[in-house]
Protein backbone atom coordinates (compact mmCIF):
# COMPACT_ATOMS: atom_id res chain seq x y z
CA UNK A 1 0.00 0.00 0.00
CA UNK A 2 1.01 3.38 -1.23
CA UNK A 3 1.65 5.78 1.91
CA UNK A 4 1.92 9.19 1.12
CA UNK A 5 2.52 12.66 3.24
CA UNK A 6 -1.06 14.35 2.01
CA UNK A 7 -3.51 12.43 0.04
CA UNK A 8 -2.42 12.26 -3.36
CA UNK A 9 -4.36 11.04 -5.89
CA UNK A 10 -3.26 7.09 -6.60
CA UNK A 11 -3.99 7.77 -10.33
CA UNK A 12 -2.50 4.78 -12.32
CA UNK A 13 -3.18 2.22 -9.50
CA UNK A 14 -6.92 2.23 -9.14
CA UNK A 15 -8.21 -0.79 -11.52
CA UNK A 16 -11.34 -0.75 -13.36
CA UNK A 17 -13.55 -3.23 -11.82
CA UNK A 18 -16.05 -5.56 -13.77
CA UNK A 19 -19.29 -7.92 -12.12
CA UNK A 20 -20.81 -9.91 -14.41
CA UNK A 21 -23.12 -13.25 -13.15
CA UNK A 22 -26.05 -14.51 -11.84
CA UNK A 23 -27.51 -14.13 -7.92
CA UNK A 24 -30.23 -16.17 -6.21
CA UNK A 25 -31.61 -15.00 -3.23
CA UNK A 26 -34.07 -17.59 -1.10
CA UNK A 27 -33.87 -19.68 -4.28
CA UNK A 28 -35.65 -16.97 -6.66
CA UNK A 29 -33.07 -14.79 -8.88
CA UNK A 30 -31.93 -11.14 -7.66
CA UNK A 31 -30.57 -10.70 -11.11
CA UNK A 32 -29.09 -12.92 -13.90
CA UNK A 33 -26.79 -11.87 -16.51
CA UNK A 34 -25.84 -9.15 -15.26
CA UNK A 35 -22.67 -7.14 -16.66
CA UNK A 36 -21.36 -4.27 -14.76
CA UNK A 37 -18.40 -2.86 -15.61
CA UNK A 38 -16.53 0.05 -13.43
CA UNK A 39 -14.33 2.59 -14.96
CA UNK A 40 -10.70 2.78 -13.24
CA UNK A 41 -10.76 6.09 -11.59
CA UNK A 42 -14.00 7.38 -12.35
CA UNK A 43 -17.23 7.45 -10.86
CA UNK A 44 -19.76 4.84 -11.74
CA UNK A 45 -23.05 5.38 -10.41
CA UNK A 46 -25.77 2.79 -9.75
CA UNK A 47 -28.98 4.02 -9.47
CA UNK A 48 -32.53 1.76 -8.89
CA UNK A 49 -34.84 1.40 -7.39
CA UNK A 50 -34.84 -0.51 -3.82
CA UNK A 51 -34.78 -3.85 -3.96
CA UNK A 52 -32.99 -4.53 -7.08
CA UNK A 53 -30.05 -5.56 -5.93
CA UNK A 54 -27.96 -2.23 -5.76
CA UNK A 55 -26.57 -3.33 -2.47
CA UNK A 56 -25.77 -6.70 -2.93
CA UNK A 57 -23.05 -5.73 -6.00
CA UNK A 58 -21.26 -3.59 -3.44
CA UNK A 59 -21.23 -6.32 -0.78
CA UNK A 60 -20.02 -8.56 -3.83
CA UNK A 61 -17.14 -6.43 -4.53
CA UNK A 62 -16.20 -5.92 -0.82
CA UNK A 63 -16.55 -9.63 -0.17
CA UNK A 64 -18.97 -9.40 2.51
CA UNK A 65 -22.30 -11.82 3.35
CA UNK A 66 -24.74 -11.43 1.03
CA UNK A 67 -27.21 -13.97 2.00
CA UNK A 68 -27.37 -15.52 -1.62
CA UNK A 69 -25.39 -17.38 -3.65
CA UNK A 70 -23.32 -15.50 -6.54
CA UNK A 71 -22.53 -17.25 -9.91
CA UNK A 72 -20.45 -15.57 -11.83
CA UNK A 73 -17.01 -13.39 -11.93
CA UNK A 74 -15.89 -10.19 -9.80
CA UNK A 75 -12.40 -8.97 -11.57
CA UNK A 76 -10.38 -5.99 -11.36
CA UNK A 77 -7.73 -5.19 -14.59
CA UNK A 78 -4.77 -5.94 -13.03
CA UNK A 79 -5.44 -9.55 -12.15
CA UNK A 80 -5.62 -8.91 -8.49
CA UNK A 81 -8.28 -9.58 -6.17
CA UNK A 82 -10.89 -6.96 -5.62
CA UNK A 83 -11.99 -7.67 -1.99
CA UNK A 84 -8.80 -6.20 0.34
CA UNK A 85 -8.29 -3.38 -2.12
CA UNK A 86 -11.62 -1.77 -0.82
CA UNK A 87 -12.96 1.00 0.95
CA UNK A 88 -16.03 1.06 2.25
CA UNK A 89 -18.61 3.98 3.08
CA UNK A 90 -22.57 3.12 4.06
CA UNK A 91 -25.78 5.37 4.51
CA UNK A 92 -24.95 5.34 8.29
CA UNK A 93 -21.81 7.03 9.23
CA UNK A 94 -20.94 3.50 11.31
CA UNK A 95 -18.59 5.73 13.99
CA UNK A 96 -18.10 3.62 17.24
CA UNK A 97 -19.39 6.01 19.83
CA UNK A 98 -16.64 4.89 22.45
CA UNK A 99 -14.30 6.56 20.12
CA UNK A 100 -13.85 10.15 19.20
CA UNK A 101 -12.97 11.79 15.71
CA UNK A 102 -9.30 10.76 15.96
CA UNK A 103 -9.84 7.16 17.00
CA UNK A 104 -12.96 6.74 14.73
CA UNK A 105 -10.26 7.10 11.46
CA UNK A 106 -7.80 5.53 12.60
CA UNK A 107 -9.95 2.67 13.74
CA UNK A 108 -8.15 0.34 10.36
CA UNK A 109 -4.90 0.59 11.76
CA UNK A 110 -5.80 -0.31 15.15
CA UNK A 111 -8.04 -2.86 13.91
CA UNK A 112 -5.17 -4.51 12.35
CA UNK A 113 -2.59 -3.90 14.68
CA UNK A 114 -0.90 -1.38 12.92
CA UNK A 115 1.13 1.94 13.88
CA UNK A 116 -1.44 4.39 14.12
CA UNK A 117 -0.35 7.16 11.80
CA UNK A 118 -1.65 10.37 14.19
CA UNK A 119 0.03 13.07 12.04
CA UNK A 120 -1.52 11.69 8.46
CA UNK A 121 -5.25 11.34 9.98
CA UNK A 122 -5.13 14.78 11.68
CA UNK A 123 -4.45 15.89 8.00
CA UNK A 124 -7.24 13.93 7.15
CA UNK A 125 -9.48 15.37 9.60
CA UNK A 126 -8.44 19.07 8.33
CA UNK A 127 -8.91 17.99 4.97
CA UNK A 128 -12.43 17.25 5.73
CA UNK A 129 -12.96 20.70 7.40
CA UNK A 130 -12.99 19.16 10.93
CA UNK A 131 -9.58 20.16 12.80
CA UNK A 132 -11.22 21.28 15.58
CA UNK A 133 -12.92 18.59 16.71
CA UNK A 134 -10.49 16.11 16.92
CA UNK A 135 -11.37 14.91 20.07
CA UNK A 136 -15.18 14.97 20.22
CA UNK A 137 -17.23 11.81 20.58
CA UNK A 138 -19.42 11.15 17.64
CA UNK A 139 -22.46 12.19 19.67
CA UNK A 140 -21.65 15.83 19.89
CA UNK A 141 -20.95 16.20 16.05
CA UNK A 142 -24.22 16.33 13.53
CA UNK A 143 -24.83 13.95 10.78
CA UNK A 144 -23.05 16.10 8.37
CA UNK A 145 -19.84 16.21 10.37
CA UNK A 146 -20.36 12.63 11.12
CA UNK A 147 -20.07 11.41 6.98
CA UNK A 148 -17.40 13.60 6.57
CA UNK A 149 -15.56 11.34 9.49
CA UNK A 150 -17.02 8.47 8.06
CA UNK A 151 -15.29 10.45 4.67
CA UNK A 152 -11.84 10.84 6.19
CA UNK A 153 -11.96 6.86 7.73
CA UNK A 154 -12.03 6.13 4.25
CA UNK A 155 -8.96 8.56 3.10
CA UNK A 156 -7.27 7.05 5.92
CA UNK A 157 -7.48 3.61 4.77
CA UNK A 158 -5.97 5.09 1.29
CA UNK A 159 -7.56 2.22 -0.97
CA UNK A 160 -7.96 2.39 -4.65
CA UNK A 161 -11.40 1.57 -5.08
CA UNK A 162 -14.27 2.85 -2.94
CA UNK A 163 -17.73 1.42 -2.24
CA UNK A 164 -20.13 4.01 -1.63
CA UNK A 165 -23.86 2.67 -0.34
CA UNK A 166 -25.89 6.00 -0.52
CA UNK A 167 -23.28 7.90 1.72
CA UNK A 168 -25.29 11.01 1.60
CA UNK A 169 -28.87 9.88 1.60
CA UNK A 170 -29.47 11.17 5.22
CA UNK A 171 -28.49 14.65 5.11
CA UNK A 172 -30.30 17.53 4.34
CA UNK A 173 -30.00 19.18 0.78
CA UNK A 174 -26.91 21.64 1.31
CA UNK A 175 -24.99 19.71 3.66
CA UNK A 176 -25.59 16.61 0.63
CA UNK A 177 -24.49 19.13 -2.45
CA UNK A 178 -21.62 19.82 0.30
CA UNK A 179 -20.36 16.72 1.18
CA UNK A 180 -21.04 15.36 -2.68
CA UNK A 181 -18.33 17.80 -3.62
CA UNK A 182 -15.75 17.21 -1.00
CA UNK A 183 -15.52 13.34 -1.67
CA UNK A 184 -15.24 13.95 -5.35
CA UNK A 185 -12.50 16.46 -4.63
CA UNK A 186 -11.00 13.62 -2.31
CA UNK A 187 -11.49 10.97 -3.94
CA UNK A 188 -10.11 11.63 -6.96
CA UNK A 189 -8.43 9.07 -8.96
CA UNK A 190 -9.93 6.47 -7.02
CA UNK A 191 -12.36 3.77 -8.48
CA UNK A 192 -15.40 4.87 -7.41
CA UNK A 193 -18.29 2.97 -7.25
CA UNK A 194 -21.51 4.64 -5.89
CA UNK A 195 -24.77 3.17 -4.97
CA UNK A 196 -27.49 6.04 -5.19
CA UNK A 197 -31.64 6.14 -5.21
CA UNK A 198 -31.24 9.76 -6.32
CA UNK A 199 -31.43 10.90 -9.94
CA UNK A 200 -29.87 14.27 -9.07
CA UNK A 201 -27.12 12.96 -7.47
CA UNK A 202 -26.27 10.59 -9.89
CA UNK A 203 -26.47 13.48 -12.39
CA UNK A 204 -23.90 15.23 -10.55
CA UNK A 205 -21.49 13.00 -9.99
CA UNK A 206 -21.52 10.11 -12.16
CA UNK A 207 -18.86 9.39 -15.00
CA UNK A 208 -21.23 6.87 -15.94
CA UNK A 209 -24.59 6.18 -14.60
CA UNK A 210 -26.23 2.59 -14.80
CA UNK A 211 -29.51 1.88 -14.03
CA UNK A 212 -30.71 -1.29 -12.57
CA UNK A 213 -33.89 -2.59 -12.39
CA UNK A 214 -35.84 -5.55 -11.96
CA UNK A 215 -35.78 -6.16 -16.03
CA UNK A 216 -32.18 -5.70 -15.71
CA UNK A 217 -28.88 -3.48 -16.14
CA UNK A 218 -29.07 -0.52 -18.67
CA UNK A 219 -26.37 2.60 -19.31
CA UNK A 220 -27.81 5.95 -19.76
CA UNK A 221 -25.06 7.63 -21.64
CA UNK A 222 -23.78 10.97 -19.54
CA UNK A 223 -23.48 14.63 -19.76
CA UNK A 224 -20.44 15.67 -21.66
CA UNK A 225 -19.79 18.06 -19.32
CA UNK A 226 -17.48 17.00 -16.11
CA UNK A 227 -18.52 16.09 -12.40
CA UNK A 228 -18.94 17.72 -10.59
CA UNK A 229 -22.06 18.84 -12.79
CA UNK A 230 -23.56 22.35 -11.84
CA UNK A 231 -27.06 21.86 -10.96
CA UNK A 232 -27.92 24.27 -12.99
CA UNK A 233 -26.61 23.84 -16.44
CA UNK A 234 -29.34 23.10 -19.34
CA UNK A 235 -27.51 19.69 -19.49
CA UNK A 236 -27.85 18.93 -16.01
CA UNK A 237 -31.05 19.23 -15.70
CA UNK A 238 -31.95 17.38 -19.09
CA UNK A 239 -30.39 14.43 -17.79
CA UNK A 240 -32.20 14.68 -14.47
CA UNK A 241 -35.60 14.14 -16.36
CA UNK A 242 -33.95 11.02 -18.45
CA UNK A 243 -33.06 9.70 -15.41
CA UNK A 244 -36.33 10.53 -13.39
CA UNK A 245 -38.29 9.14 -16.79
CA UNK A 246 -35.90 5.82 -16.85
CA UNK A 247 -36.40 4.72 -13.56
CA UNK A 248 -40.12 4.98 -13.90
CA UNK A 249 -39.86 2.85 -16.72
CA UNK A 250 -40.68 5.17 -19.41
CA UNK A 251 -39.04 5.77 -23.07
CA UNK A 252 -36.26 8.47 -22.40
CA UNK B 1 -26.13 26.36 27.67
CA UNK B 2 -24.56 23.90 29.38
CA UNK B 3 -24.11 25.66 32.99
CA UNK B 4 -28.09 26.43 32.69
CA UNK B 5 -28.21 22.28 32.18
CA UNK B 6 -25.93 21.41 34.82
CA UNK B 7 -28.00 23.78 37.17
CA UNK B 8 -31.15 22.54 36.45
CA UNK B 9 -29.85 19.03 37.10
CA UNK B 10 -28.34 20.02 40.55
CA UNK B 11 -31.99 21.45 41.31
CA UNK B 12 -33.45 18.14 40.15
CA UNK B 13 -31.42 16.11 42.45
CA UNK B 14 -31.64 18.00 45.27
CA UNK B 15 -35.35 17.86 45.25
CA UNK B 16 -34.78 14.19 44.36
CA UNK B 17 -32.91 13.65 47.58
CA UNK B 18 -35.53 16.02 49.24
CA UNK B 19 -38.39 13.90 48.12
CA UNK B 20 -36.54 11.02 49.09
CA UNK B 21 -36.42 12.49 52.89
CA UNK B 22 -39.46 13.14 53.19
CA UNK B 23 -40.72 9.88 51.38
CA UNK B 24 -38.65 7.87 54.35
CA UNK B 25 -40.17 10.22 57.14
CA UNK B 26 -43.60 9.65 56.34
CA UNK B 27 -43.20 6.07 56.36
CA UNK B 28 -41.03 5.95 59.84
CA UNK B 29 -43.96 8.33 61.18
CA UNK B 30 -46.54 5.56 59.94
CA UNK B 31 -44.53 2.87 61.14
CA UNK B 32 -44.54 4.87 64.61
CA UNK B 33 -48.03 5.35 64.38
CA UNK B 34 -49.41 1.48 63.73
CA UNK B 35 -46.91 0.54 66.70
CA UNK B 36 -48.99 2.96 69.17
CA UNK B 37 -52.81 2.46 67.85
CA UNK B 38 -52.35 -1.19 68.03
CA UNK B 39 -50.06 -1.81 70.93
CA UNK B 40 -48.41 -4.64 69.50
CA UNK B 41 -45.97 -6.24 71.58
CA UNK B 42 -42.19 -5.05 70.29
CA UNK B 43 -41.16 -8.31 69.78
CA UNK B 44 -43.83 -8.98 66.96
CA UNK B 45 -43.30 -5.32 65.68
CA UNK B 46 -40.96 -2.96 67.24
CA UNK B 47 -41.43 1.06 66.43
CA UNK B 48 -38.32 2.76 64.31
CA UNK B 49 -37.35 4.46 67.73
CA UNK B 50 -36.83 1.27 69.85
CA UNK B 51 -34.79 -0.14 66.24
CA UNK B 52 -32.99 3.34 66.56
CA UNK B 53 -32.22 2.45 70.14
CA UNK B 54 -30.83 -1.42 69.64
CA UNK B 55 -28.88 -0.22 66.36
CA UNK B 56 -27.07 2.04 69.05
CA UNK B 57 -26.45 -0.37 72.10
CA UNK B 58 -25.37 -2.95 69.55
CA UNK B 59 -22.88 -0.84 67.08
CA UNK B 60 -20.26 -3.00 67.58
CA UNK B 61 -21.83 -6.47 67.29
CA UNK B 62 -23.67 -4.91 64.27
CA UNK B 63 -20.76 -3.80 62.59
CA UNK B 64 -18.24 -7.13 63.43
CA UNK B 65 -20.81 -9.54 61.76
CA UNK B 66 -21.93 -6.36 58.99
CA UNK B 67 -17.75 -6.28 58.09
CA UNK B 68 -18.00 -10.22 57.25
CA UNK B 69 -21.24 -9.81 55.09
CA UNK B 70 -19.64 -7.03 53.16
CA UNK B 71 -16.55 -9.09 52.84
CA UNK B 72 -18.28 -12.17 51.35
CA UNK B 73 -20.69 -9.66 48.89
CA UNK B 74 -17.62 -8.25 47.67
CA UNK B 75 -15.13 -10.81 46.65
CA UNK B 76 -17.97 -13.10 45.31
CA UNK B 77 -19.27 -9.91 43.16
CA UNK B 78 -15.48 -9.12 41.89
CA UNK B 79 -14.95 -12.71 41.21
CA UNK B 80 -18.44 -13.27 39.40
CA UNK B 81 -18.35 -10.69 37.01
CA UNK B 82 -14.43 -11.51 36.42
CA UNK B 83 -15.70 -15.32 35.64
CA UNK B 84 -19.16 -14.32 34.30
CA UNK B 85 -17.23 -12.00 31.66
CA UNK B 86 -14.05 -14.45 31.24
CA UNK B 87 -17.46 -17.08 30.13
CA UNK B 88 -19.17 -14.80 28.21
CA UNK B 89 -15.75 -13.75 26.01
CA UNK B 90 -14.70 -17.58 26.23
CA UNK B 91 -18.51 -18.60 24.62
CA UNK B 92 -18.19 -15.87 21.83
CA UNK B 93 -14.63 -16.72 20.45
CA UNK B 94 -15.15 -20.49 20.62
CA UNK B 95 -18.09 -22.28 18.53
CA UNK B 96 -17.01 -26.02 20.43
CA UNK B 97 -17.93 -23.58 23.74
CA UNK B 98 -21.20 -22.59 22.46
CA UNK B 99 -22.20 -25.89 21.41
CA UNK B 100 -21.18 -27.58 24.96
CA UNK B 101 -21.85 -24.90 27.72
CA UNK B 102 -24.63 -22.87 26.38
CA UNK B 103 -27.26 -25.63 26.99
CA UNK B 104 -25.62 -26.68 30.08
CA UNK B 105 -25.73 -23.68 31.31
CA UNK B 106 -29.51 -22.75 30.81
CA UNK B 107 -30.05 -26.16 31.92
CA UNK B 108 -28.42 -24.75 35.11
CA UNK B 109 -30.80 -22.17 35.85
CA UNK B 110 -33.90 -24.23 36.63
CA UNK B 111 -32.05 -25.06 39.71
CA UNK B 112 -32.44 -22.68 42.26
CA UNK B 113 -29.46 -21.43 43.57
CA UNK B 114 -31.56 -21.79 46.88
CA UNK B 115 -31.40 -25.29 46.42
CA UNK B 116 -27.55 -25.79 46.93
CA UNK B 117 -26.94 -23.61 49.80
CA UNK B 118 -26.90 -26.66 52.04
CA UNK B 119 -24.41 -28.58 49.56
CA UNK B 120 -22.46 -25.35 49.26
CA UNK B 121 -22.16 -25.42 53.55
CA UNK B 122 -21.41 -28.80 53.04
CA UNK B 123 -18.31 -29.13 50.63
CA UNK B 124 -17.35 -25.22 51.65
CA UNK B 125 -17.41 -25.52 55.27
CA UNK B 126 -19.35 -22.88 57.43
CA UNK B 127 -16.72 -19.90 57.09
CA UNK B 128 -17.37 -17.11 54.63
CA UNK B 129 -15.71 -19.57 51.22
CA UNK B 130 -19.71 -20.92 51.58
CA UNK B 131 -21.59 -17.88 51.45
CA UNK B 132 -18.72 -16.14 48.74
CA UNK B 133 -19.52 -19.37 46.40
CA UNK B 134 -23.33 -18.98 47.02
CA UNK B 135 -23.12 -15.27 45.82
CA UNK B 136 -20.46 -15.86 42.98
CA UNK B 137 -23.24 -18.78 41.93
CA UNK B 138 -26.00 -16.13 41.78
CA UNK B 139 -24.77 -13.51 39.66
CA UNK B 140 -22.50 -15.48 37.56
CA UNK B 141 -25.79 -16.34 35.17
CA UNK B 142 -27.33 -13.08 34.90
CA UNK B 143 -23.30 -11.47 34.17
CA UNK B 144 -22.39 -14.19 31.86
CA UNK B 145 -26.29 -13.85 29.58
CA UNK B 146 -26.13 -10.04 29.70
CA UNK B 147 -22.30 -9.97 28.90
CA UNK B 148 -22.64 -12.26 26.07
CA UNK B 149 -25.83 -10.70 24.90
CA UNK B 150 -23.95 -7.72 24.26
CA UNK B 151 -21.15 -9.03 22.39
CA UNK B 152 -23.40 -10.29 20.00
CA UNK B 153 -25.38 -7.85 19.42
CA UNK B 154 -22.54 -5.94 17.99
CA UNK B 155 -24.28 -3.41 14.99
CA UNK B 156 -23.60 -5.43 11.51
CA UNK B 157 -22.61 -2.44 9.54
CA UNK B 158 -19.44 -1.94 11.93
CA UNK B 159 -18.38 -5.81 11.68
CA UNK B 160 -18.89 -5.45 7.88
CA UNK B 161 -16.50 -2.29 8.04
CA UNK B 162 -14.28 -4.55 10.24
CA UNK B 163 -13.89 -6.88 7.58
CA UNK B 164 -13.43 -4.73 4.53
CA UNK B 165 -10.31 -3.03 6.79
CA UNK B 166 -9.36 -6.67 6.64
CA UNK B 167 -9.59 -6.59 10.98
CA UNK B 168 -8.56 -10.30 12.42
CA UNK B 169 -11.06 -11.92 14.61
CA UNK B 170 -9.46 -11.44 17.54
CA UNK B 171 -8.97 -7.83 17.02
CA UNK B 172 -12.54 -7.42 16.30
CA UNK B 173 -13.34 -8.79 19.80
CA UNK B 174 -11.36 -7.04 21.73
CA UNK B 175 -11.66 -3.00 19.62
CA UNK B 176 -15.07 -3.30 17.96
CA UNK B 177 -17.31 -6.08 20.38
CA UNK B 178 -16.13 -6.06 23.70
CA UNK B 179 -16.38 -2.21 23.95
CA UNK B 180 -20.03 -2.03 21.85
CA UNK B 181 -21.22 -4.67 25.07
CA UNK B 182 -20.06 -2.77 27.61
CA UNK B 183 -23.29 -1.13 28.74
CA UNK B 184 -24.67 -4.71 28.37
CA UNK B 185 -22.15 -6.06 30.74
CA UNK B 186 -23.04 -2.42 32.82
CA UNK B 187 -26.58 -3.57 33.00
CA UNK B 188 -25.16 -7.41 34.22
CA UNK B 189 -23.04 -5.91 36.81
CA UNK B 190 -25.78 -3.72 38.30
CA UNK B 191 -28.29 -6.80 38.53
CA UNK B 192 -24.79 -8.60 40.06
CA UNK B 193 -25.21 -6.09 43.09
CA UNK B 194 -28.62 -6.41 43.77
CA UNK B 195 -28.14 -10.45 43.80
CA UNK B 196 -25.21 -10.94 45.23
CA UNK B 197 -26.06 -9.73 48.98
CA UNK B 198 -29.13 -11.85 48.85
CA UNK B 199 -27.09 -15.02 47.61
CA UNK B 200 -24.88 -14.47 50.65
CA UNK B 201 -27.41 -13.78 53.05
CA UNK B 202 -29.44 -16.99 52.01
CA UNK B 203 -25.66 -19.24 52.80
CA UNK B 204 -25.57 -17.11 56.24
CA UNK B 205 -29.01 -18.37 57.17
CA UNK B 206 -28.16 -22.24 56.22
CA UNK B 207 -25.51 -22.16 57.78
CA UNK B 208 -22.80 -19.61 59.66
CA UNK B 209 -21.14 -18.09 62.66
CA UNK B 210 -20.96 -14.73 61.62
CA UNK B 211 -22.58 -12.17 59.37
CA UNK B 212 -25.46 -9.94 58.94
CA UNK B 213 -27.72 -12.82 58.11
CA UNK B 214 -26.51 -15.00 60.95
CA UNK B 215 -27.32 -12.11 63.56
CA UNK B 216 -31.05 -11.94 61.84
CA UNK B 217 -31.66 -15.49 62.34
CA UNK B 218 -29.95 -15.13 65.91
CA UNK B 219 -31.86 -12.30 67.15
CA UNK B 220 -35.20 -13.84 65.79
CA UNK B 221 -34.58 -16.56 67.71
CA UNK B 222 -34.06 -14.88 71.18
CA UNK B 223 -37.15 -12.70 70.40
CA UNK B 224 -34.77 -9.55 69.67
CA UNK B 225 -37.06 -8.38 67.25
CA UNK B 226 -35.28 -5.17 67.56
CA UNK B 227 -31.72 -6.21 66.94
CA UNK B 228 -33.27 -8.03 63.73
CA UNK B 229 -34.59 -4.91 62.07
CA UNK B 230 -31.30 -2.96 63.13
CA UNK B 231 -29.53 -5.90 61.10
CA UNK B 232 -31.90 -5.65 58.21
CA UNK B 233 -31.68 -1.99 57.92
CA UNK B 234 -27.66 -2.14 58.44
CA UNK B 235 -28.00 -4.60 55.37
CA UNK B 236 -30.27 -3.02 53.20
CA UNK B 237 -27.85 0.63 53.46
CA UNK B 238 -25.41 -1.46 52.43
CA UNK B 239 -26.88 -2.89 49.48
CA UNK B 240 -27.90 0.22 48.52
CA UNK B 241 -24.32 1.97 48.78
CA UNK B 242 -23.53 -1.04 47.17
CA UNK B 243 -25.77 -0.52 44.07
CA UNK B 244 -25.50 2.99 43.93
CA UNK B 245 -21.54 2.52 43.72
CA UNK B 246 -22.21 0.07 41.02
CA UNK B 247 -23.89 2.13 39.17
CA UNK B 248 -21.45 4.65 39.13
CA UNK B 249 -19.01 2.87 37.96
CA UNK B 250 -20.98 1.40 35.24
CA UNK B 251 -21.72 4.78 34.36
CA UNK B 252 -18.37 6.44 33.97
CA UNK B 253 -17.14 3.09 32.08
CA UNK B 254 -19.89 3.65 29.71
CA UNK B 255 -20.16 7.30 29.80
CA UNK B 256 -20.35 7.95 25.66
CA UNK B 257 -23.65 5.42 25.83
CA UNK B 258 -25.42 8.37 27.75
CA UNK B 259 -24.16 10.78 25.39
CA UNK B 260 -25.88 9.51 22.90
CA UNK B 261 -28.98 8.67 24.14
CA UNK B 262 -28.91 12.31 25.21
CA UNK B 263 -27.92 13.33 22.00
CA UNK B 264 -26.32 16.23 23.44
Request: hydrophobic share 50%; proline share 6%; charged share 20%.
Amino acid sequence: MTKAETPVSPVGSAPSLRLGGDFRHAGRPLFSGLDLPVAAGRWTCLLGPSGVGKSTILRLFADLDTGGSFDGEISASDGAPVAGRVAFMAQTDLLAPWLDVMGNVTLGSRLRGERIDRARARDLIERVGLADHVEKAPARLSGGMRQRVALARVLMEDRPIVLLDEPFAALDARTRAEMQDLAFDTLKGRTVLLVTHDPAEAVRLGHRIFILAESGLSEIEAPALDPVRPVEAQETMDMQVRLFRALRGEPA
Amino acid sequence: MSAGRAFSEEVTRLQRVRDAVLAAGVALALWQAVVWVTAVPPFILPGPWRVAESLVANAGLIAENAWVTIAEVMIGLVLGAVLGAATALHLMMSPLARRLALPIMVFSQAVPVFALAPILTLWFGYGMASKIAMALLIIYFPVVSTFYDGLRRTDPGLLDLARTMGAPPARTLLFLRLPAALPAFGSGLRLAAVYAPIGAVIGEWVGASKGLGYLMLLANGRAKTDLMFASLFVLALFAVVLYAAVSAFTRRMTRWSSETTDGA
